[in-house]
């Protein structure tokens, strides 16, 4: 991964609504009550908040950079390795995926900025979060 570039945007503070002890670096959507956050699931939440950069327990307090460069983890399903450059959204296990098929449903999170993530691999690597969803962009 390059180095780390910093925009010297804050990262919000939510509340953990479950344990995300795990999931530091994946994104994370809206909880159930005002103030919370858990796990993405892009199949059922189009638009999550962005990528969590602590690891707290249910209750703690969860920072989310939700614009700006971010360690992400992602994965490569079968046939579509992500490279640098091509836009990313988020599958069901708040995993960055390659967004092959956007508009519609599927939701921009942002682009990949790190070495190819080959077929069927996973690794950490930064990306740039757009903080807002985009649709209707053309596949890259």
């Known amino acids: 991964m390059a180095g780390a570039r910093y925009l010297g945007i804050a990262d919000a503070a939510f509340t953990a ?5 795990a999931k530091q670096y994946f994104f994370v959507q809206p909880g159930s009550v005002v103030g919370e956050v858990k796990l993405a699931t892009g199949g059922s939440d189009t638009a999550p908040i962005g990528v969590l950069q602590n ?18 983890y992602a994965v490569a399903v079968s046939g579509s390795p ?4 091509n836009f990313i959204g ?6 960055a995926v390659r967004a092959i098929t956007v508009g519609g449903a599927s939701a921009v999170m942002g682009r990949w900025l790190d070495a190819t993530v080959a077929s069927t ?7 740039f979060i757009f903080g ?7 596949a890259s």
């Not at 950079?65 to 971010?70: K, L």
């Not at 992500?82 to 450059?85: K, N, S, W």
């Open 82 to 85: 992500i490279a640098y450059g």
């Open 55 to 72: 690891s707290p327990s249910a209750g703690q307090e969860a920072r989310v950079r939700v614009m700006g460069f971010s360690k992400v």
């Open 17 to 21: 609504a479950t344990d995300l002890t």
């Open 90 to 95: 988020v599958n069901l296990n708040g995993e």
């Open 121 to 127: 691999a996973s690794r950490f690597g930064e990306a």
């Open 132 to 138: 807002l969803p985009t649709y209707a962009l053309s």
